[in-house]
Nanobody, 123 residues
C-alpha cells in the first residue's frame, strides 16, 4: 500500500514563507509525477504545481514566481517552497503521486493522495 505523508503546514503572516514536504512510502517501483493541490473552504480542489520524473514542472498562474516545486534525491519525495505568501493562499494543501507503479502490478498505474496539511496566511 502506498502512503503519502505531508508536513510543513502552519500559520504565517502575509509576505512570509513556508516549505511543504511530502514523502511517499510503501513498495514503489516508480512515480511519474508528484504534485501539490489545494482546496480552500467552499472551493474546488485546484492544481498548485506538479513535477515529472524528468524535472518538467507546471505551475498554476496564481503561484508562478512565488512557489517552487522540487523532488528530493530519493525521488519519492516532493517539496513546495512557498514565498511571498498571500491571504488567498490559505487552504488545505494535498500531495499527489500520479502514475505510480508497484511491484505487485507493474503494468498498472495508480494515483494517490495525502491526507492534507493546513496552510493559513494571516493579513
Amino acid at each position: 500500500q502506498v502512503q503519502l505523508v505531508e508536513s510543513g503546514g502552519g500559520l504565517v503572516q502575509a509576505g512570509g514563507a513556508l516549505r511543504l514536504s511530502c514523502a511517499a512510502s510503501g513498495s514503489i517501483l516508480t512515480i511519474n509525477t508528484m504534485g501539490w493541490y489545494r482546496q480552500a473552504p467552499g472551493k474546488q480542489r485546484e492544481l498548485v504545481a506538479t513535477i515529472a520524473t524528468g524535472g518538467m514542472t507546471n505551475y498554476a498562474d496564481s503561484v508562478k514566481g512565488r512557489f517552487t516545486i522540487s523532488r528530493g534525491n530519493a525521488k519519492n519525495t516532493v517539496y513546495l517552497q512557498m514565498n511571498s505568501l498571500k491571504v488567498e493562499d490559505t487552504a488545505v494543501y494535498y500531495c499527489n503521486a500520479d502514475r505510480v507503479r508497484v511491484p505487485s502490478s507493474p503494468l498498472t498505474v495508480s494515483n494517490y493522495w495525502g491526507q492534507g496539511t493546513q496552510v493559513t496566511v494571516s493579513s
